[in-house]
């Protein structure tokens, strides 16, 4: 396989992985989406300008674009990825006594409406506390689709996390997430990033229980009621 294969192959397997279509995809980096799927059938010669608004639109860096990891190019955000309603996928714990709101999201979000219902939830138990009083622990390690491979963000929630953490950072002392993969956590930067919290939050993945570990440490915890190693 040559570079421009092996390059639109991995746009196509990260654009798939994000739900989006090609011409989403064509939205959000500016391009035509003829360009895009010449990119992604390897026909393309690309240059850095363009490959850098690709990044920008799958939001992860130019260097991530090159890395080794891969994934099915199965298009995410179908219909049999929400037969489990999304109250039943999201859990929450507050532990009082140490200050840390753990939250865990299994599967996708559905939509605009369930990172509301998740913000309704989240903010409403924060607003006891005051400003930089609470340490939150996020679990995004099972956000997977109905294939069984793991998923990111999709644009439209994007913008709903964006808003959602630009009103968590007020009570945020420090926010950890567990990711299902690197791309989660580049696409986690850019939130953070765009939202104000970038200072505040840090996006681990590595080996399940060594990324669990180091959580806990950073808390100085031993262990948490909703949150533990998978298996």
Same mark, same amino acid.
């Given at each position: 396989?040559?570079?421009?294969? @092996?390059?639109g192959?991995?746009?196509?397997?990260? $654009?798939?992985?994000s739900?989006? =279509?090609q011409? %989403?995809?064509? +939205?959000?980096?500016?391009l035509? $989406?003829? !360009?895009?799927?010449?990119? @992604?059938?390897g026909?393309?010669?690309?240059?850095?300008?363009?490959?850098?608004? &690709?990044?920008?639109?799958?939001?992860?860096? &130019?260097?991530?674009?090159? =890395? =080794?990891? $891969?994934?099915?190019?199965?298009?995410a !955000?179908? *219909?049999?990825?929400?037969?489990?309603p999304?109250?039943e996928r999201?859990? !929450? #714990?507050?532990?009082?006594?140490?200050? &840390?709101?753990?939250?865990?999201?299994?599967?996708?979000?559905?939509?605009?409406?369930?990172?509301? +219902?998740?913000?309704?939830? &989240?903010?409403?138990?924060? =607003?006891a +506390?005051?400003?930089?009083?609470?340490?939150?622990?996020?679990? #995004?390690?099972? %956000?997977?689709?109905?294939?069984g491979?793991?998923?990111? !963000?999709? *644009?439209?929630?994007? @913008?709903?996390?964006?808003?959602?953490?630009?009103?968590?950072?007020? +009570?945020?002392?420090?926010?950890i997430?567990?990711?299902?993969? @690197?791309?989660?956590?580049q696409?986690?930067?850019?939130?953070?990033?765009?939202?104000?919290?970038?200072?505040?939050?840090? #996006?681990l993945?590595?080996?399940?229980?060594?990324?669990?570990?180091?959580?806990?440490?950073?808390?100085?915890i031993?262990?948490?009621?909703?949150?533990?190693?998978?298996?």
């Open positions: 396989m040559d570079i421009r294969s @092996e390059f192959q991995i746009v196509r397997e990260l $654009r798939a992985r739900g989006m =279509s011409e %989403m995809l064509a +939205y959000h980096s500016g035509d $989406r003829t !360009y895009i799927s010449g990119v @992604e059938r026909e393309r010669n690309l240059s850095l300008v363009n490959i850098e608004k &690709i990044a920008a639109a799958l939001r992860v860096s &130019i260097q991530y674009l090159f =890395s =080794s990891e $891969r994934f099915s190019c199965n298009l !955000y179908q *219909p049999s990825d929400f037969t489990v999304f109250k999201f859990s !929450y #714990h507050l532990d009082h006594d140490k200050k &840390i709101l753990a939250f865990q999201v299994n599967g996708l979000f559905g939509g605009k409406q369930d990172v509301d +219902y998740l913000t309704s939830t &989240i903010l409403g138990i924060c =607003s +506390y005051g400003r930089d009083e609470l340490n939150i622990l996020v679990d #995004h390690r099972n %956000m997977k689709a109905a294939d491979e793991v998923v990111v !963000y999709s *644009p439209e929630i994007i @913008e709903a996390a964006v808003e959602f953490q630009q009103k968590l950072t007020i +009570y945020s002392k420090k926010v997430a567990l990711c299902n993969s @690197e791309f989660m956590v696409q986690l930067n850019h939130v953070s990033t765009t939202s104000g919290i970038r200072d505040k939050a840090l #996006h993945f590595e080996k399940d229980k060594a990324m669990v570990d180091k959580a806990y440490s950073l808390f100085d031993h262990g948490n009621e909703l949150i533990k190693t998978l298996g």
